[in-house]
């Protein structure tokens, strides 16, 4: 596969709240899982899961002088970003659709981010990147990621 790293600063504009904010995933295997009678259930490993894990995603859009860009940030990212735990993020929001009030905070501000520029990226213009990593303010990027 053909892809590289860049490092980039951004300002992040908005939240982009389509689709879901997270995913409810088994503990054993990371599988997204289904709701099955009242439990969770996943199929890959034939078992219900008492305690499943939540993973966040958001697309956000953010920008510098010579445009503007999707970012996906993922789970690891968020939980960097918001630097709090998931049990009072979904107390914030219980439905997959409803953004909790948080993810705002992480707007209007500035922000050093690595992200991935894959094929889809240069083939089919796609503009939405997968960050790998991400922090506040405008730093040299070789020094600290
Ligand atoms: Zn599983």
């Not at 997270?22 to 078992?47: F, H, L, P």
């Not at 510098?64 to 993020?89: F, H, K, N, S, W």
Request: proline share 2%; hydrophobic share 40%.
């Amino acid at each position: 596969m053909c892809q590289r790293q860049v490092s980039a600063h951004l300002h992040i504009k908005y939240i982009k709240e389509t689709g879901s904010w997270y995913t409810i995933v088994s503990t054993g295997c990371g599988d997204k899982i289904e709701m099955a009678q009242d439990v969770w259930c996943c199929g890959s490993c034939n078992r219900i899961v008492l305690f499943p894990d939540n993973r966040y995603k958001v697309i956000v859009v953010a920008s510098d002088e010579t445009g503007a860009i999707e970012l996906l940030l993922g789970d690891l990212q968020i939980r960097t970003l918001l630097g709090i735990r998931d049990v009072q993020l979904l107390q914030q929001s219980t439905e997959e659709e409803d953004f909790p009030l948080v993810f705002k905070s992480v707007t209007k501000q500035k922000y050093t981010v690595k992200l991935l520029i894959k094929e889809i990226n240069v083939v089919n213009k796609a503009t939405i990147y997968w960050v790998t990593n991400i922090c506040k303010s405008f730093i040299d990027p070789n020094s600290h990621l």
